[in-house]
């Protein structure tokens, strides 16, 4: 089972920012925050992953409270394009080929309206 | 750098009939994953590989199902006698050690 809890539907303005939570309350020391999105029909894309600092890329900003129990996934600009179910996921990171595979929760569904 | 390729797109097999499904990973990376997607429903984890070994089948179902990775050549996952329930979409992940990128991903119909 998903070790994350995420709301199952959201709405966005196009234009506007997206913040899209995600409750973690049983996150271990060693395991970080990953994000990912699915736009209808394709495969998931990575988004972006951290562990305590806050993290920014190309595409979205990730925010994660000092205890680490939750976090929020920060779209600055959405757009129509970024409908898509996102999905908060937390594990160990794959250094070493030990482990790896992706456990996917019900995720957000986001839909961002003109 | 191409991405994950994954073909065919679409397949349709008959009751009983095999089924393979083949991802080319991304340049460089030598870990692939394999998920099934049946519809309406999220995106599960079936097999891990690295070249030439499995290193977590825990997700495959016990029988008809395998995959492979080898020193050359694609990924294949092959179902064999091809049932109803196995109608889905499987995307395959590669990953150069830890962030995973997905192919387009292969609809597979059984009528």
């Known amino acids: 089972d998903a070790k994350t809890t995420q709301p199952p539907s959201m709405d966005c303005a196009e234009g506007r920012a997206a913040n899209l939570p995600c409750n973690h309350s049983?996150?271990?020391?060693?395991?970080?925050v990953y994000w990912y999105r699915q736009i209808h029909s394709q495969g998931p894309q990575y988004i972006i992953h951290?562990?305590?600092n806050n993290e920014t890329n190309e595409m979205a900003s990730l925010i994660i409270t000092e205890d680490r129990k939750s976090s929020t996934l920060i779209l600055p600009h959405a757009t129509l394009r970024d409908t898509a179910v996102y999905y908060c996921?937390?594990?160990?990171?794959?250094?070493?080929?030990?482990?790896?595979?992706?456990?996917f929760g019900k995720g957000t569904k986001l839909s961002v309206k003109p | 750098n191409a991405g994950v390729m994954q073909n065919p797109r679409h397949l349709v097999r008959r009751r009983g009939q095999e089924a393979r499904l083949r991802c080319s990973p991304m340049?460089?990376?030598?870990?692939v994953y394999w998920y099934r997607q049946l519809p309406e429903e999220g995106l599960k984890f079936m097999v891990y590989?690295?070249?030439?070994?499995?290193?977590?089948e825990s997700g495959m179902p016990k029988e008809r199902f395998s995959a492979e990775f080898p020193k050359e050549g694609p990924s294949i996952l092959r179902i064999q006698q091809v049932v109803r329930g196995d109608s889905a979409a499987y995307f395959c992940?590669?990953?150069?050690?830890?962030?995973?990128?997905f192919g387009p991903g292969t609809r597979l119909t059984v009528t």
């Open positions: 992940a590669s990953s150069p050690e830890d962030e995973q990128y």
């Open positions: 049983t996150i271990s020391g060693n395991e970080y």
């Open positions: 951290g562990l305590k």
């Open positions: 996921i937390v594990r160990v990171p794959n250094y070493g080929g030990s482990q790896g595979n992706l456990i």
């Open positions: 340049k460089g990376h030598s870990h």
């Open positions: 590989l690295q070249k030439e070994n499995i290193i977590d």
